[in-house]
């Protein structure tokens, strides 16, 4: 018990690195029931809204990053989930699409979600994302809170239905496998940047389509080991990725490109599985030096923002986009 104590103290710290205006007051679905339900938007700065409300008797909130005002057409929506024990505001600078969400040209709705408090008897967090593994115990219905606010933001703005994705760091990285295996009728594509899939989300997994899937990784990570952590839940990168190839059936021989940059001790491998159903692909980007972080190109030569930008945006519901 000691173990996993400080394992869970050490996946606490997982997640990384305005003002208001009166409130805007909107009404949309609870996305499992379809009951009515309020919902209240202040003004947080400069196209950038923070919005609330109830859902499962809790108070929940989104920061939601409006289309470039010139974006011509239907957005796509990208939901960037923070790591645990992190919040929306750290993900949104940590993890950060918002040079991208302000290009015309990109034209996508970026939304960071709040996730819920975590009291069980193993143990206690400020945020969470109730995707199994080390948050067994959770009675927080997260899926329904993403499909929650899919439905606001439908009503509001003139999003791409087909163009709706998931990415994320650690416990946000573990949230998007679970979204893709449970609300897979509306989220197009994930991406998951140190997490992997609990056991729980492993098992049950349902989706009804492919899905595209990537997964960034570096081989240093402690909190959430390439190998995977049995005793909290953790399935290995291997089996992850694994899962998706066979689901997507894709073809089992990947493609791998190797740059090492000069130095050996700066390999990043990337696997990619094509010839999928549906014309998705699977990819893994497994860094050598990196540990548990976003990384960056300063530091790793590779952007993950960018990276996951470029692959989920060639993507929809019905796969591949010509």
């Given at each position: 018990m000691l173990r996993i104590i400080a394992l869970l103290v050490l996946l606490s710290s997982c997640g990384g690195g305005g003002g208001s205006s009166s409130p805007v007051n909107t009404e949309g679905t609870s996305g499992n029931n379809q009951n009515t339900i309020?919902?209240?938007?202040?003004?947080?700065?400069?196209?950038v809204f923070r919005c609330e409300?109830?859902?499962g008797n809790?108070?929940?909130?989104?920061?939601?990053?409006?289309p470039h005002p010139e974006a011509q057409g239907s957005s796509s929506v990208l939901f960037n989930l923070h790591g645990y024990g992190s919040n929306a505001l750290?993900?949104?600078?940590?993890?950060?699409f918002r040079e991208?969400?302000?290009?015309?040209?990109?034209?996508?709705?970026?939304?960071?979600?709040?996730g819920a408090p975590l009291n069980t008897a193993l143990t206690s967090s400020a945020s969470h994302w109730n995707s199994g593994g080390w948050t067994i115990g959770s009675t927080v219905d997260d899926v329904d809170f993403i499909d929650t606010i899919i439905n606001f933001i439908s009503q509001k703005y003139d999003i791409n239905a087909n163009r709706i994705y998931?990415?994320?760091?650690?416990?946000?990285?573990?949230?998007?496998?679970?979204?893709a295996c449970n609300l897979s009728s509306k989220i197009a594509a994930v991406a998951s940047?140190?997490?992997?899939?609990?056991?729980?989300?492993?098992?049950?997994?349902?989706?009804?389509?492919?899905?595209a899937v990537m997964q960034i990784h570096g081989l240093l990570d402690g909190v959430v080991p390439f190998e995977g952590k049995t005793e909290l839940g953790m399935k290995s990168i291997e089996d992850a990725i694994e899962y998706w190839r066979s689901y997507n059936s894709c073809t089992p021989d990947p493609i791998i490109e190797l740059a090492e940059y000069f130095n050996p001790d700066q390999t990043i491998e990337h696997i990619k599985y094509i010839n999928c159903l549906n014309n998705v692909q699977v990819e893994l980007y497994k860094i050598k030096?990196?540990?548990h972080v976003w990384p960056n190109e300063n530091q790793y030569r590779i952007s993950a923002s960018k990276t996951i930008w470029d692959f989920i945006n060639t993507y929809d519901l019905n796969g591949k986009i010509n």
């Open positions: 309020d919902e209240q938007c202040y003004q947080y700065e400069t196209r409300f109830t859902h809790l108070l929940r909130y989104y920061y939601i990053h409006q750290a993900q949104m600078q940590y993890g950060d991208l969400a302000n290009n015309k040209e990109s034209n996508f709705i970026l939304i960071h979600p709040q998931s990415t994320g760091m650690s416990n946000g990285g573990f949230m998007s496998y679970h979204l940047v140190t997490g992997s899939m609990s056991v729980q989300t492993y098992d049950s997994c349902d989706p009804s389509r492919p899905i030096t990196m540990g």
